[in-house]
């Protein structure tokens, strides 16, 4: 498990730059309710007019309309989208990881079909994994597919799918035959979430949204065309993907607003003691988390999978979050209304009950730390 | 005095059964409930039996009502339907009392547990009580992130000449009374999250064994009970001695185990937790506003802090 020191070159710092003038005079702020992190709305013009600054598909292959940058380039335009809480709820996991893995070891088809549209802004994805029996034992999953004229027919049920209620395509991990351990067998298909038989029911959550979805799937037909790799090699895939996901800014940038706006509207807090000292233990925190994120993002240029680097990185990041958020609280008179008239007091409440699920959304962090503690052996 | 000891217990088991009877019916108006079973009555005659009892099932039970200005009534000494008021209580947000003394004006700003409107509310101010009718005050419902507690917003200025003064009333007794109730109330929540997680951890498989098989599982569940059995101890010490130092830590105790318990519970039931078609997100809320009626689990280790220096000395446990 290695981390190697980097910085941000120039050319790197200018995107940096160009950025946030982009989002300074795109989205100003007060003009726009902020999300947090990840969890920021969707906004499909948003996307696309990032997109036509070419800051979609940024890891794309340009043949196919992304920017053929590397990893670090999209880390610098992630992060400030997410420390300004700009709304990428629409193209955030297509930009993230299901583009990536289709331009990995999609058919030249697909990536035609569905790389150009995603480096637009246009399509929006979202992941079926999770099933109702199979949470953190991903290999269990029972959806299965079963061969039929020119493709597979599914049935089964994903759930805790994040935007299926108004994304366009699932990338689906289903069964499509018995290998001789369970994580041979697996595939990864692409779902049209308006093909016959997909039927969507929003979960109401404790955050009072109802971004989370049950998908179910009653003999829905994908044609060959849309299974995505080799079949039966879908484990395999996932691992790799899972490492784009889980080392990214997007997991230590889910409060930072909130600690930002708070200081924003009280600026009394800058002369109190205590709360420097919080301060300054968040700053060294992310400073940090930051270098670890941006190492992993120069290793994935290098052509390498740090997936244990990302899974520790991922660990570290959420529990710190939910610690800096218990921190802060102490410094905040009455319990956050979400109505409030106080953005901070807003972006507060609503952290207050979505930051429980850092720590397991994505991975939990008893998965993560056991998958470091195996990285450690090598 | 075995033969009292077991009547007690006879009593006080035949109490909680018709309890828990009544209050577990969907849709129950529990101060209804509580004034069928003559729950004042008891309070009166054995605060220590009734107070764990009552608020631990309101804690289990996630139940609104107005059992705790009933225990504040009682600490004050204060029959407000003597003076035929319906006095509403006005609890404080914080550390410290519900309404301020400003020359010849008072500062009021508390919670009312149980919407209501009532004529008039009674507030604790230093030693003493206040009657203001309800006009002087503005009120407004709570859209917090626990709305099953119908919590009002009590916030006024009102000038001396227009209030009545509670006579004869001890109001220093409250905070602790109150701080003590709501101790056993973050108790019971914390009892029936653990039985949640519990239950789930036995039930739910992944790998091919129950999860509570894992010892990452069982150490997030353990420290959840440690953290309850070190409030609840201290709870028991606040009826013997040092009233005014246990039950700030006690209160502080059964918040903190609060906080882990949403907490671990939340980690191990996992997404399922958050869904509002499960009951544990309604424990989680309740926990978070308990915290902050009479102060916050960091208001009140700084209150205790304070307290500790000024007398000079640590009390010992045990001691009166």
């Not at chain 1, 150009?116 to 999953?141: H, K, N, Q, T």
């Not at chain 2, 914080?94 to 700003?109: E, S």
């Not at chain 2, 013997?240 to 980690?267: D, I, M, N, V, Y």
């Amino acid at each position: 498990m290695r981390f190697e020191f980097t910085v941000l070159d120039d050319h790197e710092r200018a995107l940096q730059a160009e950025v946030r003038a982009f989002l300074g005079d795109v989205l100003p702020r007060g003009s726009f309710e902020p999300g947090l992190g990840m969890a920021g709305r969707k906004d499909p013009a948003f996307s696309q007019a990032l997109a036509a600054r070419g800051w979609v598909g940024m890891s794309l292959p340009r043949d196919y309309g992304g920017g053929d940058r590397p990893a670090v380039e999209r880390f610098v335009v992630a992060e400030e989208l997410l420390r300004w809480g700009a709304p990428v709820g629409h193209h955030w996991i297509a930009d993230r990881q299901s583009g990536p893995l289709l331009a990995k070891v999609g058919t030249p088809e697909q990536k035609a079909r569905f790389l150009p549209a995603i480096c637009r802004g246009e399509l929006s994805f979202c992941i079926g994994m999770s099933e109702p029996d199979s949470g953190s034992d991903l290999a269990s999953v029972v959806t299965r597919a079963v061969r039929a004229e020119g493709g597979w027919v599914v049935n089964g049920t994903k759930v805790w799918t994040t935007g299926a209620h108004e994304h366009d395509w699932m990338m689906a991990l289903v069964r499509t035959s018995d290998g001789r351990d369970r994580h041979e067998g697996l595939s990864q298909l692409l779902v049209d979430l308006r093909a016959p038989g997909v039927e969507v029911r929003p979960i109401p959550f404790l955050d009072g949204t109802s971004d989370f979805n049950e998908v179910v799937f009653q003999d829905v037909f994908v044609p060959d065309a849309d299974v995505v790799g080799p079949e039966g090699q879908g484990w395999r895939q996932i691992g790799q993907e899972l490492a784009f996901e889980r080392g990214g800014p997007d997991r230590w940038l889910s409060t930072y607003l909130v600690l930002e706006q708070l200081l924003r509207e009280q600026p009394a807090l800058a002369t109190d003691p205590t709360f420097g000292e919080l301060l300054g233990a968040a700053v060294a925190q992310f400073w940090g988390l930051r270098q670890l994120s941006l190492s992993i993002a120069r290793t994935i240029d290098r052509g390498e999978q740090p997936a244990v680097e990302a899974a520790l990185v991922k660990e570290m990041a959420t529990r710190f979050e939910q610690d800096l958020l218990e921190a802060v609280l102490g410094f905040v008179q009455s319990e956050p209304a979400p109505g409030s008239g106080s953005l901070a007091e807003r972006l507060l409440a609503t952290a207050v009950l979505t930051a429980p699920s850092f720590t397991i959304r994505g991975g939990t962090i008893e998965i993560l730390r056991t998958i470091v503690a195996k990285g450690l052996r090598a | 005095m075995a033969d009292a000891t077991a009547v007690d217990r006879n009593a006080l088991d035949l109490f909680e059964r018709s309890l828990r009877g009544l209050l577990t019916t969907d849709g129950v108006d529990v101060d209804a409930a509580l004034a069928e079973v003559g729950w004042r009555d008891f309070l009166a005659a054995d605060p220590v039996a009734a107070v764990p009892l009552l608020f631990g099932v309101q804690g289990e039970l996630l139940l609104g009502g107005t059992a705790l200005d009933d225990v504040a009534l009682d600490a004050l000494d204060f029959d407000p339907s003597r003076l035929e008021i319906d006095g509403a209580l006005v609890h404080p947000r914080r550390c410290v009392d519900a309404a301020m003394r400003h020359d010849r004006t008072l500062v009021v700003d508390g919670l009312v547990v149980g919407e209501r409107t009532p004529a008039s509310f009674v507030v604790v101010v230093g030693s003493g009580a206040v009657i203001v009718p309800a006009t002087a005050l503005d009120c407004a419902v709570v859209q917090g992130i626990d709305p099953s507690l119908e919590l009002v917003r009590v916030r006024g200025t009102v000038s001396l000449a227009d209030v009545s003064m509670a006579d004869d009333v001890d109001g220093a007794a409250v905070a602790p009374a109150c701080r003590r109730a709501l101790a056993y109330e973050l108790l019971g929540a914390v009892d029936a999250m653990l039985a949640t997680a519990t239950e789930y951890a036995q039930a739910r498989h992944q790998f091919g064994q129950p999860i509570g098989a894992f010892q990452a599982v069982k150490h997030r569940l353990a420290d959840v009970y440690v953290a309850r059995q070190a409030a609840s101890a201290v709870l028991a010490e606040s009826w013997h001695s040092e009233p005014e130092c246990t039950t700030l830590a006690a209160k502080a105790l059964a918040a903190r185990a609060g906080a882990l318990a949403a907490e671990h519970c939340l980690q191990v039931l996992g997404a399922i937790g958050f869904a509002l078609e499960h009951p544990l997100h309604r424990f989680v809320r309740r926990v978070r506003v308990l915290d902050h009626l009479y102060g916050t689990e960091a208001e009140l280790r700084t209150q205790l802090g304070r307290l500790l220096l000024a007398r000079g000395r640590v009390p010992r446990p045990g001691s009166a």
